[in-house]
């Protein structure tokens, strides 16, 4: 279920209704603050979900990729690419941990709900799992497209021609 604001455009600093209702409104940044969904997507296109552990060694080798391909977008084409960590992590200490080497990145709260629905409306059978979705609609845009990042930038256009 997909609805639509008469309009149908979201002013910045308001996220959609579609994507609240998907991803929730309340997540950390890097020093453990309370952002909001809003102070998340700011005016990015695109929003990345990624699922992940410390415990994982396939996530511990591709979360230094992602993070670099977050980096370069930013640094070569000024492009944000905003990405929600999901731990599955067995404890708090250890999300945190694993957190703190995602510069850039937000996260659900440890144990948040969210995450669990996430990976299973996605079918994410493993981790690492990186799912791209229209950051105004919630729409799904790619799934599984930690597949695609070590490809580098060019695919994130790739993955923008598919907003409608």
């Known amino acids: 279920l997909v609805l639509r604001l008469r309009g149908g455009a979201v002013s ?6 579609a994507l609240t209702e998907l991803v929730g409104n ?4 890097g020093e453990g603050s309370a952002v909001d969904l809003a102070g998340v997507v700011k005016d990015a296109p695109l929003l990345g979900i990624y699922f992940s552990a410390h415990w994982c060694g396939p996530c511990r080798a591709f979360t230094p990729t992602l993070v670099e391909f977050k ?17 599955s992590d067995q404890d708090e200490a250890a ?3 694993y957190f703190s080497s ?10 948040d709900e969210k995450i669990n629905a996430l990976k299973s409306m996605y ?9 791209v979705v229209n950051a105004k ?7 599984e497209a930690d597949t695609e990042v070590p490809g580098g930038p060019s695919v994130y256009k790739k993955w923008l021609s598919k907003v409608a």
Do not use: C, Q, R, Y
């Not at 910045?12 to 209704?17: K, L, V």
């Not at 609609?137 to 799934?143: D, K, M, S, V």
């Open 12 to 17: 910045s600093g308001e996220a959609s209704a």
């Open 26 to 29: 309340s997540f950390i940044d």
């Open 71 to 87: 980096s370069t977008l930013k640094e070569e084409d000024e492009v944000e690419f905003p990405i929600i960590f999901g731990s």
């Open 95 to 97: 999300m945190k941990e």
């Open 102 to 111: 995602m510069e850039g990145f937000h996260a659900f709260a440890f144990g």
């Open 123 to 131: 079918g994410a059978s493993g981790i690492p799992w990186l799912v």
């Open 137 to 143: 609609t919630g729409e799904l845009i790619l799934n």
